[in-house]
């Protein structure tokens, strides 16, 4: 409990989110026990992650890991699916894990023999949510139930700070923050029944926030919506 009091006490204090994040690392692989994390922002702009130790992956380690994610249950699970904390184990066998493209290509080399992994929104970028996917790994043992209750509890704070602490973002064409987050994950491919799992809300009131960001966009359908949607977000990156 006092290592989880510890990173609730670094959240409390932070002003910025650069200095949080070079203190809160090393925190949170005591409080949930791992060799190393990787934490990995997502905006519509793309993804960046971030590793401790910061030398934990090369860049062509980085790359193969990504070459092969959508085949990864742990990887589909925080992209797409709930993002609530989750060890690998609860997903698949560790044969299962070993014929994966991610751990051949990345993940062996770094002995990432057990890993949880959780995502949660992180403020908002100019073009809509941003979120972050924490992935701890460690060899050895796996995870323990304890481990995963210390993450259920962390999420919530991790996820109340970083709200906090994301500058405030002005939205283009008057969508609501609600709107842009629906507009992101429907760029990303996701379904109305998969984006409102993602954000807790039924399909039918997905449905309502398209119709109501169609109009604001001025576009008819998903696949406008969509590629305006990726091309703001690719203005937004530059």
Known sequence: MRRICAVIDLLLDAVDEETLLPALFPTLLRAVPGDSLTWSTRTPAGRFPLHSPA???????????????????????TDTGTGIPLRRSDLQSRTEYHRLGTYREALRAVDAEYQLAMAFPAGWARTGRRTVCVAISRGGSDFTDADLEAAVLLRARLTHALDRLAPPQRLPHSVTAREAAVLDLLARGLTDQQIGRRLEVSARTVDKHLEHAYAKLRVHSRVEAAALWRAAAAVDAR
Do not use: E, I, N
């Open 55 to 77: 030398t934990l992956y090369t860049p062509d380690a980085v790359a193969g890991f990504y070459r092969h994610a959508a085949q990864d249950s742990l990887f589909r699970h």
